[in-house]
């Protein structure tokens, strides 16, 4: 694919942590509207990369461009005013704030709401992903489910054109992992571009138009779910020679 | 309560000072509020910056000094009149605050505690070395004739209860607006903070500023207030326990808190240096310190808080 | 006047000083470096050290090095229990950082108060064998006061480095620190490898303390000097580094000594938070740091 029309773009990104390489000249093409899987095993980069990509990590080498725009050197918050937005794999809710003012900061500082409508738009995404009645409650009396639940209504609130979801499933019973499925689909029908990075094999598969697979900092492979899983690089890199 | 009922408070109050300081009473009275109200500037200036964004200043003496030595330097050097001298007090600590800030607020919140309580004991070798603002031996004050008021007492009262309401103000102000709301959330957690589009780096420096403003502000009008400044007492340790004690005490999370610890703890200070020597009242700080911390983290506000929401 | 004499004997006091301030430092090393536990109560301790060494050699005639050394134990238990505090409070809830500073600091607060409470602010000092001799090497006159302490410290930061990489408990405070999953699977218990290091680490506070009333008087502000000297060398050195500890200390004392020497005393405490500065501004990692 093309780098023209991507809206993201990682260009050769690299980065090290001391003498350990953790990526190595990492590029990826994301299309506009694409549902991505991004998985690997344990240490492989997945994480470290999406922290370039958000901001969170300065690169070592590369570049990261955002609907052409070359966002290497921007700080997270704007990168996150552009469109990129990220969940957290454990959650980070803000623990002294309800569920609905946890809301309020992506909707006032990421995606500056039109008057009066801040309040509305933060219980419609309540709404749609079922935590409408523990608007008023604080983040220390949810359940675990809730939590991730909550971390991807954060995310949304921020009007996000790149939903990025850390492994949103981790740790989720078979129903729940169906739950968030089902509402990363509405997102991505509204138009919204999601990578999604997880370890459920089912879920990825389910949800992915198409795989990107990394092993130790390096892309292994790349195509579509069916493709992925027959792919031998792909199996020798998780269950070894 | 709208912004204007807030300015209907703050006048009454300020109107209130005035009344008081009609009274004829003892001025040593007048002395002790006076002190008072400058620990609930003092108090309210760092709990913006402790406990809306989370980051500990040990340094509190080192911006208190600064606003009391600027005073100094300005009154040789121009005789310049005490609005001048509270406004230039605030800004040199507040361009102090920006400046510790924009060192160390990219790293991890420790190292700008630490930075600050360097900041302290490097300050006071500076000043105890600076033989203009009269060094280690000191500076003499002569307190000019008392304008518009009765006494010295008086007017150094009303002048803090005019600045602590200003200082109280601007807290409330700012803890109610986005940049609290924002605030909040980086002290919450910064990094999820940083991620949801809130610019971290530019309002912790923001609070810095401001923070160092309004402790400069508490400073500049004390060369008046002791008429005989030397390093060591300006520069006390106190400054930096009670600036933590207070706002811990009184909660941390809003502008009543660190009001409400001040008046507690400042008075009941007041009242102690009378009779017990100033080193047990020290002591007797720092304990309760240590016990609030560990078992009422949120303070009197936060308790109260908790009891509200167990009932409702 | 410049005199290369003048400096010689300042270079080689700064280091002997370095040897000390690595004993000093060691305790933090290894609270904050490999803890993350920010301890800035730890140069309170290390006066309390000194005023124990005080009250035995007032009262017994105890050499101070050996009061050190044998309040060790009591000191590892006051630090065990500190952590206990700080853990069950803080650390369990996960408010470390604001709450945890602010424990620490009226920690701090009520030792020095409660010191100069019980022994007033004078000047308290030592007396031994040792100290007030000095030998001659080559026109650079080395102090006992100074040489013991630094031989001390050296051989606690040997003692320190062997242990974290020999011992079972050692590598499992190296281990604490970077993997806690990893080291419940192996059957140790966090929260125990925590509170021995954390025990270790006030028990290395009393030995430096017992060194520091060796070297000069003190009185109970001294910790405040202290404390931007141990964050200097902790950081300059590289967190979780003892080697880095030592390395940083030598340096630190050195920079102290010329400064003092060249420019006079009272500005060395400048020289620590200088460094500190530096050291975060340019290379926040410290010279070894993971």
């Known amino acids: 694919m093309t780098t023209a029309g991507a809206l993201l773009d990682i260009d050769g990104v690299t980065k090290r942590f001391g003498g350990f390489l953790a990526l190595d000249r990492v590029s990826i093409q994301v299309r506009p509207g694409e549902r991505l899987g991004l998985i690997g095993p344990n240490g492989s980069g997945k994480t470290t990369l999406i922290n370039c990509v958000s901001g969170a990590l300065p690169t070592d080498g590369g570049r990261i461009l955002f609907e052409g725009r070359d966002i290497t050197q921007l700080p997270a918050h704007q990168r996150t005013r552009l469109g990129i937005v990220r969940s957290f794999q454990i959650p980070k809710p803000f623990v002294s704030m309800t569920v609905l003012e946890n809301l309020g900061i992506p909707l006032e500082y990421a995606a500056p709401a039109r008057s009066g409508d801040a309040a509305v738009g933060a219980l419609d995404i309540l709404r749609m992903i079922g935590l409408e009645s523990k608007a008023h409650l604080r983040p220390a009396g949810l359940t675990q489910i809730e939590m991730r639940k909550l971390e991807l209504a954060r995310a949304m609130a921020a009007r996000p054109k790149l939903l990025i979801s850390d492994e949103a499933m981790a740790g989720l019973s078979s129903a729940e992992v169906d739950d968030i499925l089902t509402i990363l689909f509405r997102l991505n029908e509204q138009g919204i571009t999601i990578i999604m990075i997880e370890h459920i094999m089912r879920a990825v598969m389910r949800f992915s138009e198409r795989v990107v697979v990394l092993d130790a900092g390096n892309r292994i492979a790349e195509g579509t779910p069916a493709e992925i899983v027959r792919n031998a690089a792909v199996e020798k890199a998780y269950l070894g020679e | ?312 | ?290």
Not at chain 2, 129 to 150: E, H, M, Q, S
Not at chain 3, 76 to 82: E, H, N, S
Not at chain 3, 259 to 288: D, Y
């Open chain 3, 1 to 290: 006047m410049f005199s290369w004499d003048l400096v010689a004997n300042a270079v080689v006091a700064g280091i002997l000083l370095g040897g000390f301030y690595a004993a000093v430092s060691l305790g933090v090393s290894l609270t904050f470096g490999l803890l993350d536990v920010v301890n800035i109560a730890h140069p309170a301790f290390v006066i309390l050290g000194a005023y124990a060494a005080y009250v035995m050699n007032s009262s017994f005639g105890l050499d101070p090095i050996l009061t050190g050394v044998l309040f060790t134990p009591l000191f590892y238990l006051i630090g065990a229990g500190v952590y206990r505090i700080y853990y069950g409070s803080f650390e369990r809830r996960g408010e470390e950082s604001l709450r945890g500073l602010v424990f620490f600091f009226g920690l701090l607060f009520i030792i020095e108060v409660a010191l100069s409470l019980k022994y007033g602010v004078d000047y308290r000092m030592v007396e031994a064998a040792y100290i007030g001799k000095s030998i001659d090497l080559g026109g650079v006159g080395i102090a006992f006061r100074l040489l013991v302490p630094c031989l001390v410290g050296l051989a606690m930061t040997l003692a320190l480095y062997l242990f974290l990489s020999r011992t079972f408990y050692g590598r499992a405070v190296m281990g604490v620190s970077q993997d806690q999953v990893a080291l419940r699977l192996m059957g140790a218990n966090p929260v125990r490898i925590k509170t021995i290091a954390f025990g270790l680490g006030i028990a290395a506070a009393s030995l430096s303390g017992a060194l520091l009333i060796t070297i000069s008087p003190v009185v109970p502000s001294t910790d405040r000097d202290y404390i931007g000297r141990v964050f200097a060398i902790t950081v300059l050195g590289g967190l979780g580094s003892i080697g880095g500890t030592l390395v940083a200390s030598i340096i630190l004392g050195v920079a102290e000594s010329l400064m003092a020497t060249l420019f006079g005393p009272s500005w060395s405490l400048a020289v620590s938070f200088g460094i500190l500065l530096l050291a975060l501004a340019v290379r926040p990692a410290g010279l070894f740091g993971r």
């Open chain 2, 1 to 312: 309560m709208k912004i204007r009922g807030a300015l209907v408070v703050a006048v009454a109050v300020i109107g209130l000072g005035v009344l008081l300081g009609g009274l004829r009473v003892n001025p040593y009275i007048y002395f002790a509020g006076y002190v008072v109200l400058q620990y609930v500037v003092i108090a309210t200036a760092w709990n913006v910056l402790g406990g809306y964004a989370g980051y500990v200043n040990f340094g509190t003496p080192a911006f208190f000094a600064l606003g009391a030595y600027t005073s100094i330097a300005l009154l040789e050097a121009f005789r310049a009149p005490l609005p001048v001298l509270i406004l230039c007090g605030g800004l040199v600590a507040g361009l102090l605050g920006l400046g510790i800030g924009y060192l160390t607020l990219r790293l991890k919140g420790v190292f700008f505690s630490i930075a600050t309580f360097a900041l302290s004991v490097v300050l006071q070798t500076l000043i105890i070395n600076w033989d203009y603002v009269g060094g280690a031996k000191g500076y003499t004050l002569i307190r000019p004739p008392v304008p518009f008021f009765r006494s010295w007492a008086v007017l150094l009262f009303i002048l803090m209860v005019v600045l602590a309401v200003v200082t109280v103000l601007v807290a409330r102000t700012i803890e109610r607006s986005w940049i609290g709301r924002g605030l909040a959330a980086l002290r919450d957690n910064e990094e999820a903070a940083e991620c949801m589009g809130v610019p971290t780096l530019r309002l912790k420096l923001f609070a810095t500023t401001i923070s160092g403003f309004f402790l400069g502000v508490a400073g500049a009008p004390f060369p008046y207030y002791v008429t005989y400044v030397e390093p060591s007492s300006t520069f006390d340790l106190n400054y930096a326990v009670n600036a933590l004690a207070m706002p811990m005490i009184g909660g941390t999370t809003t502008w009543l808190g660190p009001v409400i610890g001040a008046v507690l703890l400042g008075t009941a200070q007041q009242i102690a240096t009378v009779t017990i020597s100033s080193e047990l009242n020290l002591l007797i700080v720092g304990v309760v310190l240590v016990l609030f911390v560990v078992l009422a983290p949120e303070g009197l506000t936060g308790l109260v808080r908790k009891l509200r929401r167990g009932r409702a």
